[in-house]
Each structure stands twice: as structure tokens, then as C-alpha cells.
Antibody, heavy 120, light 107 residues
Framework: EVQLLESGGGLVQPGGSLRLSCSAS????????MTWVRQAPGKGLEWVSS????????YYAGSVKGRFTISRDNSKNTLYLQMNSLRAEDTAIYYCAKVPSNGWYFWDYWGQGTLVTVSS | DIQMTQSPSSVSASVGDRVTITCRAS??????LAWYQQKPGKAPKLLIY???SLQSGVPSRFSGGGSGTDFTLTISSLQPEDFATYYC?????????FGGGTKVEVK
């Protein structure tokens, strides 16, 4: 059974940093691109960043480029999102998600999400 | 960036109704479109991919159509568990983008 479990969320001051983790199980992690999607309170879904299975390709939304860094450790079946220079508008639930097949950038499995709150 | 516009933003319907949601892309995306269902406090759930392919385990009352710039999600006979918010998402090019969502509410 595919499982994705996010962690690392919490309260952080504007300008601060946070690292999110997504622990994966139930599939060959290194074979699949992974993605972070976020949802601000009461708002819609926003794609944040994606990384290929081999970690050779990365993609970022314009709103986080230069501040967030996606990475993965395929030996630990874990996806990360390093978030720096955080702003109030980064407050959201952050979901990690798995593609069903390489080259297909939509997502068949999602974690339960981790809440990031940026506030002083 | 490709903009995705969903309509309506909300719809009031009754159990048994046929409900259709539309999604328009600001440029052609062939069939690179997915639909998700999200219930309060839960992660999104994939319903339809490649515009019209039903994800495994999703009831057949859900169907998707369209290609290029105009797409639809249809629920043929609304069930109590279908009251939720629905999102389209283009998977054609980065940055990946979602529609603003359509909330299906009880009439």
C-alpha cells in the first residue's frame, strides 16, 4: 500500500526557515517523480515544486523560486522541501504527492499534509 | 503560464442530479488535464486523468471530456458522498496550474 507521510510543519516567524519531509513507502520511490502542492487556508490548490525520480530535474513555481529547494534521498525514501525567507503568504497546508508514471505530472497518491504557519 | 478557469465556482444540486463542471485553459494543452475531488480536511483525490480516463476505483458516474482548451467533468447522478470541491489541473507544461475550484453544495 502506497503511503506518504509529511512532517516538519509548524509556526515560524517571517524571514525564517523550515524543512519539510515526506516519508514514502509501498512503491519504488526512486522510480517516481514527486511533488509538493500547497493550500492556503480556505483557498485553492497551488503547485509548488516537483523533482524527477533520479533527482536530475527540478521545477519550481515562480512564487517560491529562489527561496525553496526541493530534494530527495532515495536511499531513505524521503522527499524534502527546504523553505527559506518565509513570508506570511507561504502559510498553507503542504502536501507531497506521487505521479502515477514518469512524465505524467498529475498525482495519484497524496499525503495527509503538514501545516506551515508564518506569523510573528 | 497556462491559466485554468473553472466554472461555475459553486453549484447547488440535489442527490440524483446530473452535474457538469467546465474548465478552460488559456492555451491548448491537448489532453493533459486531470480532475480532483477534495473534501474538507482531506487531501485531494484523483478522479480523471488524461482528460477522460477514469482513475482506478473511481465510480463510473464520473466522466471527463474535452481536449485542447475546453474540458468537462460530469457526475451523471449525484450521490451524497459527491458533495465536495472539484479542481482541474493542467499537466502539459511547467508551471503546473490548477483551476480555482468548484464547490458542489446541497440544494
Amino acid at each position: 500500500e502506497v503511503q506518504l507521510l509529511e512532517s516538519g510543519g509548524g509556526l515560524v516567524q517571517p524571514g525564517g526557515s523550515l524543512r519539510l519531509s515526506c516519508s514514502a513507502s509501498g512503491f519504488t520511490f526512486s522510480s517516481y517523480a514527486m511533488t509538493w502542492v500547497r493550500q492556503a487556508p480556505g483557498k485553492g490548490l497551488e503547485w509548488v515544486s516537483s523533482m524527477s525520480g533520479s533527482a536530475t530535474s527540478t521545477y519550481y513555481a515562480g512564487s517560491v523560486k529562489g527561496r525553496f529547494t526541493i530534494s530527495r534521498d532515495n536511499s531513505k525514501n524521503t522527499l524534502y522541501l527546504q523553505m527559506n525567507s518565509l513570508r506570511a503568504e507561504d502559510t498553507a497546508i503542504y502536501y507531497c504527492a506521487k505521479v502515477p508514471s514518469n512524465g505524467w505530472y498529475f498525482w495519484d497518491y497524496w499525503g495527509q499534509g503538514t501545516l506551515v504557519t508564518v506569523s510573528s | 503560464d497556462i491559466q485554468m478557469t473553472q466554472s461555475p465556482s459553486s453549484v447547488s444540486a440535489s442527490v440524483g442530479d446530473r452535474v457538469t463542471i467546465t474548465c478552460r485553459a488559456s492555451q491548448g494543452i491537448r489532453s493533459w488535464l486531470a480532475w480532483y475531488q477534495q473534501k474538507p480536511g482531506k487531501a485531494p483525490k484523483l478522479l480523471i486523468y488524461a482528460a477522460s480516463s477514469l482513475q482506478s476505483g473511481v465510480p463510473s458516474r464520473f466522466s471527463g471530456g474535452g481536449s485542447g482548451t475546453d474540458f468537462t467533468l460530469t457526475i451523471s447522478s449525484l450521490q451524497p458522498e459527491d458533495f465536495a470541491t472539484y479542481y482541474c489541473q493542467q499537466a502539459s507544461s511547467f508551471p503546473l496550474t490548477f483551476g480555482g475550484g468548484t464547490k458542489v453544495e446541497v440544494k
